[in-house]
RNA sequence: GUCGCUAUAGUCUAGAGGCCUAGGACAACAGAUUCUCAUUCUGUGAACACGGGUUCGAAUCCCGUUAGCGACACCA
């Protein structure tokens, strides 16, 4: 059985779009074998807990159509999904390790710890747990009933860890460079490292396809599973979304949050599809597809091991190719449903034909067509000197029977010829009269929207 | 500093020893269409990091160098 799962900490605002890149890979490979794909919530780390963090991040998921089968919203047999609700649990294993020998009480306070780095930094010498307390095991007991805080700390053996990652093939550490990991804090809650081999372990995982800058814990957690003597599930490495300038992708250079995307108003399947391309590619050469299908043609054999750059040019490329898909009416509602109920539904709806294929993404719609609802208040280009054309204009436009695009074509196209104009200056001078802007939507059919009263009005506001 | 991962155009990638005078996409540039912008269409420039092997033959395998990235917490 096939099961995969995510665990993220709610340490931001919303779901990092690397993990939302990783949930993908993990729903798709659970999904495509039939197995059970599982959302856990690691939130051990108190201080740096954002509020609301949690929930957000769950929905955005959910939204996003990433669904898991087992999770802090939908319970199942594993229940709970939360680590902070298991903390009896760790605590246990935590134990169990000690009665094996495998794990050793510390009372060494942070300021000892501190010094003790200090000095080895200053030698050269790789920081590691000197093993102070592991000598002293009985003191250290004596010292914990008097109510001194402690911590278990892993007893790393003397051995080379060799495991074959999914992606990378083998990898191997010398164990001799690996610290005492804590395991349980002296608030008693677990770190990563023990939460994450218990709790996939107990949840019976059996692939973990995480990111990268979780390769060098893996040995970590290797002798953990060995210590217990439990089965480690597969492991897959991934690659690391960049910035731009090749260091990992941080909030500081880029958009990180899903919602950061979702407000600019990138589709949400975009995001899904742009991100199923970084580090994978479809075996067709296809670059637009749909979840359904990503899920059919997916395989781990082939993610790529080189880091991406995130790039938001070809996400919203991307997502333009998605809006000219789109029918008029589909279109309607999302514009709709992103600018809010405020604008009038007919002109939006009569627009969308005309904005459908200068829009990259949903907010570039109001701006593309602020005139349309809203007479100009400034104007991109002096025409206070063409104010004889003007008048001719709105003379020839009163003669319009028919006010549409077609005939508001032929007549412009007359008086553009008597103007002595060219045929480009008199537009762009009658687009600015309407519009305020060097650049819209087409004119003719922009004029008809508003019709020749509107029209006419505005021409006489020069 | 130590350990590890990686290395095809500006970017995402195809490529699993001969099919590669290296393919596709975004971006760039040029042209066509056009009332502007955009769409659409056509075209152009642009890459196997470097050095050694292995082999009849290497972008593909091995080693080294260089570079980038990541990890070295009572954070995940």
């Not at 747990?129 to 008097?146: G, N, P, S, T």
């Not at 941080?250 to 599809?273: C, H, M, Q, T």
């Not at 670059?287 to 080189?306: A, G, N, P």
Request: charged share 30%; net charge neutral.
């Amino acid at each position: 059985m096939i099961r995969t799962r995510i665990a993220p900490s709610p340490t931001g605002k919303d779901v990092h779009i690397g993990s939302v890149a990783t949930a993908l890979m993990n729903y798709a490979w659970a999904k495509k074998n039939n197995g059970q794909f599982i959302i856990r919530i690691e939130d051990t780390d108190r201080t740096r807990l954002v509020p609301g963090g949690e929930e957000k991040m769950l929905k955005t998921l959910q939204d996003l159509g990433i669904v898991a089968d087992e999770s802090p919203v939908v319970g199942g047999p594993f229940a709970p999904y939360r680590q902070s609700e298991r903390l009896d649990i760790y605590k246990k294993y935590a134990l169990e390790l000690i009665e094996k020998g495998k794990a050793y009480y510390c009372t060494c306070t942070p300021e000892r710890l501190n010094d003790m780095r200090k000095k080895q930094q200053e030698e050269k010498h790789i920081p590691k747990y000197d093993r102070h307390c592991l000598k002293r095991q009985e003191e250290v007991k004596k010292e914990i009933e008097q109510g001194m805080k402690y911590v278990v700390r892993l007893l790393v053996p003397e051995t080379e860890i060799v495991f074959k990652d999914l992606i990378r093939g083998e990898v191997r550490f010398q164990s001799s460079s690996i610290d005492d990991q804590v395991l349980l804090k002296s608030d008693g809650f677990p770190t990563y490292h023990l939460g994450v081999v218990v709790d996939d372990h107990l949840m019976e995982i059996s692939h973990v396809l995480r990111g990268e800058e979780w390769l060098p814990s893996t040995p970590k957690h290797i002798i953990l599973y060995e210590a217990f003597g439990w089965k480690p599930p597969e492991f897959g490495h991934v690659s690391l979304l960049r910035n731009p300038d090749k260091s990992k992708l941080s909030k500081r250079k880029n958009p990180v949050w899903a919602s950061d995307y979702i407000e600019k108003g990138i589709f949400k399947e975009v995001l899904l599809n742009y991100l199923s391309l970084m580090g994978w590619s479809h075996p067709e050469g296809k670059e637009i597809f749909d979840l359904s299908e990503y899920i059919r043609v997916f395989d781990i054999k082939d993610i790529q091991t080189t880091a991406p750059v995130f790039d938001q040019i070809k996400l919203e490329w991307m997502n333009g190719e998605y809006i000219r898909q789109l029918k008029v009416e589909s279109l309607k509602l999302k514009v709709q449903e992103y600018i809010g109920a405020t604008y009038d539904t007919r002109l939006i709806e009569k627009s969308i034909p005309l904005v459908r294929e200068r829009m990259k993404k949903l907010s570039d719609y109001l701006p593309l067509t602020e005139f349309l609802f809203k007479a100009p208040t400034t104007y991109e280009v002096d025409i206070q000197g063409k104010k004889d054309i003007l008048t001719k204009v709105v003379s020839s436009l009163e003669m319009v029977s028919e006010f549409s695009a077609q005939q508001i074509g032929d007549v412009m196209m007359g008086v553009a010829r008597e103007s002595g104009l060219k045929n480009s200056e008199f537009f762009q001078m009658l687009r600015v009269a309407i519009t305020g802007k060097k650049i819209s939507p087409p004119l003719n059919e922009s004029m008809e929207l508003l019709g020749k009263e509107e029209c006419i009005k505005r021409i006489l506001a020069i």
